[in-house]
């Protein structure tokens, strides 16, 4: 029974740890006196997601994508802190307005207050969803191995008991939970594209392509995932009436697009991309840097990046920037 899980539940299951891990003489809040704020002028004013499940299935990543996607994510949180936090958060601007907690058996005996815990923020009419991770016994048994740590449940038992005893605390949980994802097959950029598809179940599949053209004489972009050279163009510097303009004029763009190999290496190198960017896209990649370089970085890696954004134009959304404009 879900009601079974309390603060009041004497039971042992949650070894608990009569060390203090508070400094010695500060004041202990009463978590029972922790009361959950109430939102005045409507609905909650933003999104909250719990992330929590069985040790070893995926939360620390699952945490870190979210992050990474600009979510504000606080781990091993006593549940009871979810609510003051919920308190905190702000409607719009620059203040938290999607909140994701880690909640898990670490926080020992305040695990219990959890199912507690969501029933008051649901009371308070604060929206929120519980997202479960878990994993097949055989997996989480190997990850152990492999990062050679002990199960926070283990104690002086094995590693198995320990993962027993945390899946009898955590069941109540698991059936409250909104999706339960099981990890046991999937890589870190799978378990990245289902907390995308969790935490934004709305959002398009969208790229953001950057093109950033260069001068090879003031180096190669360090965050380019992908770099086409054009050095081998007839550079229209040695042009007298193009010298003075760059590749955004479009004289410079017309003699360099007509010069031979241009219009090939442009259209099939936007294939070669197309191919990457569509890979991307599918593991809902954030970004990816294209750089396009020439001598200077200011007429045919400028002429070549314009173009190039044309071609991919279906592939995301393109951003054009030219780094070294106006350094000569």
Request: charged letters at 25%; a negative charge.
């Amino acid at each position: 029974m879900l009601g079974a899980v309390t603060s009041s539940d004497t039971s042992d299951t949650v070894p608990s740890d009569p060390t203090p891990t508070f400094p010695a003489g500060l004041p202990q809040l009463d978590a029972e006196a922790l009361e959950v704020p109430v939102i005045p002028g409507g609905p909650f004013p933003g999104e909250i997601l719990v992330i929590t499940g069985m040790s070893g299935a995926g939360r620390t990543m699952a945490a870190g994508a979210l992050q990474d996607r600009g979510w504000y994510v606080v781990d091993n949180i006593p549940p009871r802190l979810i609510a003051p936090l919920a308190g905190m958060m702000t409607p719009s601007g620059p203040g938290v307005t999607r909140l994701a907690v880690v909640v898990d058996v670490r926080s020992r005996q305040f695990f219990r207050t959890l199912v507690d815990s969501l029933d008051a923020l649901k009371a308070a009419g604060i929206d929120h969803r519980v997202l479960f991770l878990d994993a097949s016994d055989e997996r989480l048994v190997r990850r152990y191995e492999h990062v050679r740590r002990p199960h926070p449940l283990q104690g002086d038992s094995s590693l198995l008991t320990g993962i027993a005893r945390e899946r009898e605390v955590v069941e109540p949980v698991r059936r409250r939970a909104d999706q339960v994802i099981d990890t046991s097959t999937m890589t870190v950029h799978e378990l990245a594209s289902a907390m995308d598809r969790f935490a934004e179940p709305g959002r398009p599949d969208e790229l953001t392509v950057a093109i950033q053209s260069f001068g090879f004489k003031y180096g190669v972009p360090l965050d380019a995932n992908h770099v086409l050279d054009v050095r081998f163009l007839d550079n229209p510097y040695w042009v007298d009436e193009l010298r003075h303009l760059t590749g955004l004029d479009e004289p410079v763009r017309q003699y360099v697009m007509n010069l031979p190999g241009a219009r090939a290496i442009v259209e099939r190198y936007a294939e070669t991309l197309a191919v990457a960017l569509d890979a991307c896209a599918r593991d809902r990649h954030p970004r990816v840097a294209i750089a396009v370089g020439c001598t200077g970085g200011k007429h045919r890696s400028v002429a070549v990046a314009e173009e190039l954004a044309v071609h991919l134009a279906r592939r995301g959304q393109i951003r054009t920037t030219h780094r070294d404009l106006g350094r000569e």
